[in-house]
């Protein structure tokens, strides 16, 4: 089934809900939607899983939001869907800003609600370099982000996702249309604003703590040919900070290596979560 949940703010945040047994919920990068998970929801499906996956607020058919696109906000929702889905047990999957997100629902999650958590090329600890982030990206990188999206955000959408997030811009890149076309199609359904807003909680958010409070075990994914969250300053920099964690890097992968490669990671993602973590 799908539908929708209104938050305690009016926001309505749309979900699909598949399937029984053991919840695991999907949580899409930015500027995506639900949509983003459809081979990992048809896998784990049929591997006798309970399967969810929301737009977050701004994005997809969720609420428009002009505010509180935020990652404490984001968080609240996930704490608000979970709730409403009587969800326990829940192991919580998050690609790029969605990792940022299960990173931040899972360190302050109520008590039985999270088994385990997997972060795919996500974005903690923090992306923005700083005095105490020397290694992350200059803030100009993700000003000149908006400003693209300002100025033409079909365009913009439509050279991310026919070039650096796929991999596509490599040379011998297998190409597809059907995939960039699909990234496009999702992104253009979000709200503008909320977008513009979420470069922001992506790239300054800090993680740190989070990830130090974090108790259940992670599997850390991340592909070292990454060009839109990079590899040195995410991944390995994580699992530093985790109590439970596994990494495991993918040579040459991309940043949306869980379409380009999904046989792969979806193999690897169902050892850990039928494994002991």
């Given at each position: 089934m799908?539908?929708?949940?209104?938050?305690?703010d009016?926001?309505k945040?749309?979900?699909?809900?598949?399937?029984?047994?053991q919840?695991?919920?999907?949580?899409?990068?930015?500027?995506?939607?639900?949509d983003d998970w459809?081979n990992?929801?048809?896998?784990f499906?049929e591997?006798?899983?309970?399967?969810?996956?929301?737009?977050?607020?701004?994005h997809?058919r969720?609420?428009?939001?002009?505010t509180?696109n935020d990652?404490?906000?984001?968080a609240?929702?996930?704490a608000?869907l979970?709730?409403?889905l009587?969800?326990?047990d829940?192991?919580?999957?998050?690609?790029?800003t969605?990792?940022?997100e299960?990173a931040?629902?899972?360190?302050r999650?109520?008590?039985?609600?999270?088994?385990?958590?997997?972060l795919i090329s996500a974005v903690p600890?923090?992306?923005v370099?700083s005095?105490?982030?020397?290694?992350?990206l200059?803030?100009?990188v993700?000003d000149?982000l908006?400003a693209q999206l300002?100025?033409?955000r079909a365009?913009?959408?439509?050279?991310?996702?026919?070039?650096?997030?796929y991999?596509f811009?490599?040379?011998?890149?297998?190409v597809s249309?059907g995939?960039?076309?699909?990234?496009?199609r999702q992104?253009?359904?979000?709200?503008?604003?909320?977008?513009?807003?979420c470069?922001k909680?992506?790239s300054?958010?800090?993680f740190?703590?989070?990830?130090?409070?974090?108790?259940?075990?992670?599997?850390?994914?991340?592909?070292?040919?990454?060009?839109?969250?990079?590899y040195?300053?995410s991944?390995?920099l994580s699992?530093?900070?985790?109590?439970n964690a596994?990494?495991?890097?993918?040579?040459?992968y991309?940043?949306?290596m869980f379409t380009?490669?999904a046989?792969?990671?979806?193999?690897?993602?169902l050892?850990?979560v039928?494994?002991e973590?």
């Amino acid at each position: 089934m799908d539908g929708f949940i209104t938050l305690h703010d009016q926001t309505k945040i749309f979900y699909k809900d598949w399937g029984t047994g053991q919840p695991i919920v999907f949580h899409h990068g930015w500027p995506l939607s639900a949509d983003d998970w459809d081979n990992q929801l048809l896998f784990f499906l049929e591997h006798g899983y309970r399967v969810i996956a929301h737009d977050r607020r701004g994005h997809g058919r969720s609420t428009q939001t002009a505010t509180g696109n935020d990652m404490d906000t984001y968080a609240a929702d996930v704490a608000e869907l979970t709730s409403a889905l009587e969800l326990s047990d829940a192991i919580h999957i998050g690609h790029s800003t969605g990792g940022g997100e299960v990173a931040h629902y899972v360190a302050r999650a109520e008590a039985g609600r999270v088994a385990k958590a997997v972060l795919i090329s996500a974005v903690p600890p923090v992306m923005v370099r700083s005095e105490k982030n020397p290694g992350g990206l200059p803030l100009g990188v993700f000003d000149d982000l908006r400003a693209q999206l300002k100025q033409s955000r079909a365009q913009f959408y439509l050279d991310i996702a026919s070039g650096p997030f796929y991999g596509f811009n490599r040379p011998n890149a297998a190409v597809s249309e059907g995939v960039t076309r699909n990234w496009w199609r999702q992104a253009m359904m979000g709200g503008a604003k909320a977008q513009y807003d979420c470069i922001k909680a992506f790239s300054e958010t800090d993680f740190t703590e989070d990830l130090k409070k974090i108790e259940v075990p992670v599997l850390v994914m991340h592909g070292d040919d990454d060009q839109i969250v990079p590899y040195p300053d995410s991944a390995p920099l994580s699992i530093k900070l985790l109590k439970n964690a596994r990494l495991k890097t993918y040579e040459g992968y991309p940043h949306g290596m869980f379409t380009t490669h999904a046989d792969e990671i979806n193999a690897e993602i169902l050892k850990f979560v039928e494994g002991e973590g």
